[in-house]
């Protein structure tokens, strides 16, 4: 049997919870002597609440739409004296997190443990026993009988003390009737200096106001409110954020005469809102309830949603906890926990190297300092992995003890984002390719190393920078138009471009540019990356040359040069104009090269196309078909005399000595001429004229030019030599 204390008789309002759960749940409120009454809607219960100001708890299910138990919660919220209990799946944590952050006091998980059931409303009774107007009015009379100043027990005062909450009492014309000793140092003032003043004395005119309208709907509507409030401190111009819950206080009448503020500054926790929001709540609820500061404690040490523990000052050993505690430390019962230390559930070294021993011990003393204190700290879980955690060290007394009051709250997925933010800026740093992010202006607003190795730039040089600065003239404004059209349709764009560094040399990059879209899908950025391929694109340029150019000579080879015939020979047939092939062979090269090595026949073949080349016209074409071999192609001439013309000026300069390391030497050339169309219509049968006539050349005496006249079958060669 149990020996819980008796409930005193409540109103009961049950909705949304489901048939099966709703006839438990009467079952058992009857049975423990409750009033029930099951609305039949959303609508049915805002109308029972508004009209039977009895009500004194609401447990509301989730068997309705979710936008409507938001909006009953707040609702039911601004009435004061309700008790809101949510019932929730075990699973919808994020429905549960929603509803007890628009106003329900707590929740249970369905199914429902008849106990567990007991216990919440035993802590419901408890909260509106303290909150109610009653209560409200002894501390009013409390007030009245020391001219408005509150006046605590010097123990719960010292509590309240070190907190480190703002606690603060204001009569209706927006004085001070008390604070605590943070208000103290907030307003850095000693406690006579600020009572009985006006907010408009410690904050800028409208941020005074703010407070003032939110007191304003405090007292005027009687209801509490939850208000976040940000202020400049007149004293010294800091920024401050903080989350204030303010409620009125009444008179044996009825009547408002000032409210009762507490506030948890969130400057540096604004991003675990939830974590200060339920920190905040259970605060407040315990400064609320002015004679009863252990018992709240209790109530709200049990059932927060965090891990939540005591740890004695003296042993720095854990004396209590909750169950989430409990299950965040993989213990099964409280006899695992009781008189161990921290670092007995956590890893020998914390993550910087530190002794956990020492960290311990180091954190627990500024805590004990300055009244609380704020670390991250390394445990291990069930599977025996480190977690992360945040934890919140409180300094309070209870009973004349002193003791640490410690919240642990995951962190461990934060944590992970953390980590890889710091694996994407190692990323950034240590690439080879070169990022730039830019504006939505296109300018540069971050680079990493390798853009400066690349591009030249010093850090602070580039910043600023638009991205045409970067790029070349020799690509027109209309191609990067093209280029931002086709990221704004795509998010994306890959490409060649020729960039300019800081000394103006050019060099060819694969550029890529993304879109960087924020959660909306709205773009904030652009990341470009630049990958320098200069080296491929001179190796490609000179593979290109090398297929179709001599690598000695730098001449067209053979494909490129059957393919300029082809080119001649067309336009020969359309205009009329005969064209002529001649085939140049070296007389004397085979000297050279076997006496003087390679590397001069190589020199005096480089000699000998450079020769030839200034020999002939524009639009003619050389070849190196190999060893000492050329062949030319005359093309659009007039007549065989125009051929013979050039010809003779090649013959002529390839005859005059060379002068190679140091050594004279003298090669004349024997050519051979075939026409087309005379001779041949095809580049085959050219040369292969061409080459007979050339034969006829050397046997005639060499230096010499000789025309295959395809009619007569004979050859006619001049001797060049006088």
């Not at 974590?275 to 609820?285: A, D, G, K, P, Y």
């Not at 993550?351 to 020492?358: I, L, V």
């Not at 971050?446 to 010093?458: E, S, T, V």
């Not at 040069?561 to 336009?571: G, N």
Request: hydrophobic share 40%.
């Amino acid at each position: 049997m149990s020996n819980a204390q008796p409930f005193h008789k409540m109103k009961v309002l049950l909705a949304a919870t489901g048939q099966a759960t709703g006839q438990q749940l009467t079952s058992l409120l009857e049975q423990w002597g409750h009033e029930v009454k099951l609305p039949a809607d959303g609508t049915a219960v805002l109308d029972a609440l508004q009209h039977d100001h009895a009500t004194d708890v609401l447990i509301l299910g989730d068997e309705m739409p979710a936008h409507t138990r938001l909006d009953i919660c707040r609702r039911a919220k601004a009435l004061a004296g309700v008790y809101i209990l949510l019932l929730s799946a075990p699973v919808d944590i994020a429905a549960t997190s929603d509803g007890l952050l628009n106003g329900a006091d707590d929740y249970i998980t369905n199914p429902v443990d008849s106990a567990e059931l007991r216990l919440r409303l035993a802590m419901a009774q408890r909260i509106l026993k303290y909150t109610q107007a009653p209560a409200e009015a002894a501390v009013v009379a409390a007030l009245e009988t020391s001219k408005e100043r509150f006046n605590p027990s010097k123990e719960f005062e010292v509590m309240l003390d070190r907190l480190g909450v703002y606690v603060y009492s204001k009569d209706k014309q927006g004085r001070y009737t008390y604070v605590n000793e943070q208000m103290c140092e907030l307003f850095n003032r000693p406690k006579n200096e600020i009572l009985g003043q006006q907010d408009s004395v410690f904050f800028c005119l409208q941020q005074a106001a703010d407070v003032i309208n939110n007191d304003r709907q405090v007292i005027e509507h009687a209801k509490t409110i939850d208000v976040e409030e940000g202020f400049i401190l007149s004293e010294t111009g800091e920024s401050r954020y903080y989350a204030s819950t303010k409620k009125p206080l009444f008179n044996e009448h009825g009547d408002v005469v000032g409210l009762l503020g507490v506030s948890t500054e969130i400057t540096r926790f604004k991003e675990a809102e939830e974590f200060l929001t339920n920190s905040r709540q259970e605060i407040s609820r315990q400064a609320a309830k002015l004679e009863e500061d252990r018992e709240l404690y209790e109530l709200a040490f049990k059932n927060t949603r965090d891990a939540t523990l005591l740890l004695d000052t003296e042993t720095f050993c854990f004396i209590d906890c909750n169950q989430q505690a409990l299950d965040v430390l993989a213990c099964t019962s409280k006899t695992e926990l009781i008189n161990k230390t921290p670092q007995h559930f956590s890893p020998k070294f914390q993550a910087d190297g530190s002794r956990s021993e020492d960290v311990a011990d180091e954190m627990c003393a500024l805590a004990l300092i300055n009244g609380s204190h704020v670390f991250e700290w390394q445990h291990r879980s069930k599977a025996n992995e480190l977690l992360w955690a945040e934890i919140c060290l409180t300094s309070v007394v209870l009973k004349g003890r002193a003791i640490l009051y410690v919240v642990c709250k995951d962190i461990q997925q934060r944590k992970a984002v953390e980590a890889k933010q710091a694996l994407s800026a190692r990323v950034f740093n240590e690439v080879q390719e070169a990022i730039i992010i830019t504006d939505l202006e296109k300018r540069i607003i971050d680079i990493n190393p390798a853009f400066c190795a690349l591009m030249g730039y010093k850090y602070d040089e580039a910043l600023g920078l638009g991205g045409r600065a970067l790029h070349s003239a020799a690509q027109s404004a209309e191609f990067f138009n093209e280029i931002w059209r086709y990221v704004a349709a795509n998010a994306y764009w890959r490409g060649e471009i020729m960039v300019k560094t800081k000394a103006g040399e050019l060099k060819a990059c694969l550029l890529s540019i993304s879109s960087v879209l924020n959660d909306e899908g709205q773009v904030i950025n652009y990341l470009g990356t630049y990958v320098d391929i200069s080296q491929s694109k001179e190796q490609q340029e000179k593979l290109k040359f090398l297929a179709h150019y001599d690598p000695l000579t730098g001449l067209p080879n053979r494909e490129l040069f059957a393919d300029r015939f082809q080119q001649a020979i067309a336009h020969s047939k359309r205009s009329g104009a005969p064209l002529a092939i001649c085939f140049i062979d070296l007389d004397g090269f085979k000297a050279v090269n076997d006496s003087f090595g390679h590397g001069v026949g190589d020199s005096l073949l480089t000699e000998v196309a450079r020769r030839i080349a200034a020999s002939i016209r524009d639009g003619d074409t050389v070849s190196r078909q190999g060893g000492d071999e050329f062949v030319l192609l005359l093309a659009n001439l007039e007549s065989a005399e125009q051929c013979e013309r050039v010809v003779n000026r090649m013959l002529i300069s390839l005859a005059k000595p060379y002068v190679l390391e140091g050594h004279w030497h003298r090669v004349t050339a024997s050519c051979g001429v075939a026409l087309f169309p005379d001779d041949a219509d095809a580049l085959a049968g050219l040369i292969k004229r061409a080459d007979q006539a050339m034969y006829h050349s050397k046997r005639h005496g060499k230096n010499r030019l000789s025309f295959y006249n395809n009619d007569k079958g004979v050859l006619v060669s001049k001797d060049l030599r006088a």
